[in-house]
């Protein structure tokens, strides 16, 4: 019967010490900040640097197709000229 009551005891001191902990408030804290959205301007300046990186290269090989054309007919010439 003892053992019952010690059990019981502990029981109920759980429960107080729970209600009691939970009528605490909780510490106030500032909510954080969002951090700051990025200027237009900055956003158009690195798009338009994403932009030109992607078309350099296509402007460069858009230039050497014309050579590489050049060469293509001359190479062909130079084989009517050596064929009999």
Partial sequence: MKRRGYG?????????VGLIGC???AP?????KPPP????SVTDSA?????????A???KARGVEGTLEKAAEKTA?????ATP
């Fill in 8 to 16: 019981l005891a502990v029981m109920v001191g759980m429960v107080m």
């Fill in 23 to 25: 009528g605490q408030e």
């Fill in 28 to 32: 106030k804290t500032e909510a954080p």
């Fill in 37 to 40: 959205a990025p200027s237009k």
């Fill in 47 to 55: 798009g338009q640097a994403v932009v030109d990186s992607i078309k």
């Fill in 57 to 59: 290269p296509m402007d």
């Fill in 77 to 81: 010439d130079q084989v009517k000229d």
